[in-house]
């Protein structure tokens, strides 16, 4: 009996000991978090944090989660009101604003030296200093489904105006394909598509900064506009040839994807995230790419043969986040920069375009390959996304959408958009 005393004893004694040392471990893991703007590569990230985890102990990282009908600015500002910013934020440079004076500077980073693209003006403060890691650059113009536009007898590398683009859809038609699909969405329609105009007012940076301040103060009159105008010509066309012409606002962008991946329709406008969820949808694995969104009818026009593109950033907050959980960001970052498995997770399974240039891994995606062309041929506008004005989704999507759907004019969508701005 005693000895079974002592054995129990041990053995109490023992797992004590072991719940102790579990305790001590614990006391040395740094846990950070993420709240991440990309819904199409959630699980894939998920994949790559525990991947991170098992080569670094000593970090533990959660994902934030949120639901996707909610803004993101929404859920990050109602995060940063409760003081309980994640340590990283996956951000779209409309967003930097928000947090500029919260995130730290990554101008001693080793990567800086990498970076591969010109960069944002929102990705540094005001001291000049970096503040955001170029995660992934993404191109957005009209995707095209090859095979369809092979059957129809159309050459993608002729559209460089509007009569071309016109003369392409009317041919795809005559094919017995739907031309076109236009995502209704309200950020796509007021963040991306809109914006393409602010981004052509001049061949410098500096020219459509003017502009935009501009539009701040109430001294441009988009009525008259030529590139806002060129755009929306253009849009008429689109809404001419989309095959929900009749009901603009009743489908959802996965059935975009959906129908692309299927060969039913020959172009999206859309950017290269979606390039995962068409690939889905397509048994066939074929061909894809992409061509500018003309805004004249000359080809030799600035935009006509140049696609857009907006960098998605990573920052990490110093506000609400401790030295050792900034510290273990910035491990993160430099994982996803330096190392194997990160850099596998960019390229091959996020499917994302590296903003640095050591990552060896070549590219086996269309979509990426498209943009990655334009990006070397010097033929990439940065999308003049950056300093929208507060509720630019939610109110100029909504005009936007109504002009889809016919229920406003021209020049009353154009004068509600520059009172919006005013505001």
């Known amino acids: 009996m005693k000895k079974l005393v002592r054995i129990v004893s041990t053995l109490f004694l023992g797992f004590s000991l072991s719940g102790c040392m579990n305790v001590e471990e614990q006391k040395n ?100 200093e970096l503040i955001a890691f170029p995660f992934a650059v993404e191109g957005i113009g009209f995707i095209y489904n090859k095979s369809v536009l092979d059957a129809a007898g159309v050459d993608p590398e002729q559209i460089n105006d509007l009569s071309s683009l016109e003369e392409a859809f009317k041919k795809v038609e005559a094919s017995g394909k739907g031309a076109l699909i236009i995502a209704n969405e309200d950020w796509s329609l007021a963040n991306h598509f809109l914006p393409i105009a602010y981004s052509l007012q001049g061949e410098r940076g500096s020219e459509n900064a003017n502009f935009i301040e501009g539009l701040q103060s109430g001294e441009v009159d988009l009525v008259t506009n030529e590139a806002v105008n060129g755009l929306l010509d253009t849009l008429d066309v689109m809404k001419k040839y989309n095959i929900y012409k009749d009901a603009p606002l009743v489908h959802i962008n996965s059935k975009c994807a959906e129908l692309m991946g299927k060969g039913e329709i020959g172009f999206y406008y859309m950017g290269n995230w979606v390039s995962t969820e068409i690939a889905a949808n397509d048994p066939k694995n074929g061909d894809y790419g992409f061509v500018p969104v003309p805004v004249s009818l000359n080809s030799n026009d600035y935009g006509n043969n140049e696609i857009t593109a907006v960098i998605k950033y990573l920052v990490i907050d110093g506000k609400n986040n401790s030295p050792e959980q900034q510290e273990a960001a910035k491990r993160f970052v430099n994982w996803l920069v330096f190392e194997e498995a990160g850099q596998d997770f960019i390229v091959n399974k996020a499917s994302l375009i590296p903003g640095v240039d050591n990552n060896p891994i070549e590219t086996q995606n269309d979509f990426m390959n498209s943009i990655i062309d334009y990006q070397q041929e010097g033929k990439v506008i940065e999308l003049n996304n950056a300093t929208l004005p507060d509720k630019n989704t939610e109110v100029i999507g909504d005009y936007l959408r109504k002009y889809l759907n016919d229920e406003i004019d021209r020049v009353t969508l154009l004068t509600q958009i520059v009172e919006h701005w005013k505001k």
């Open 29 to 128: 893991i740094v846990n950070i978090s993420i709240l991440n703007s990309k819904p199409e590569i959630q699980s894939i990230l998920e994949e790559a944090v525990r991947e991170f985890e098992e080569e670094n102990s000593d970090i533990r990282v959660k994902i934030v989660k949120y639901n996707q009908s909610q803004a993101y600015q929404d859920k990050m500002v109602s995060m940063q009101q409760y003081g309980n910013t994640p340590t990283i934020l996956v951000i779209d440079p409309t967003h930097i604003g928000y947090v500029e004076d919260d995130v730290i500077s990554l101008e001693e980073e080793p990567w800086v030296q990498n970076i591969s693209i010109e960069l944002s003006d929102a990705a540094k403060n005001k001291q000049g």
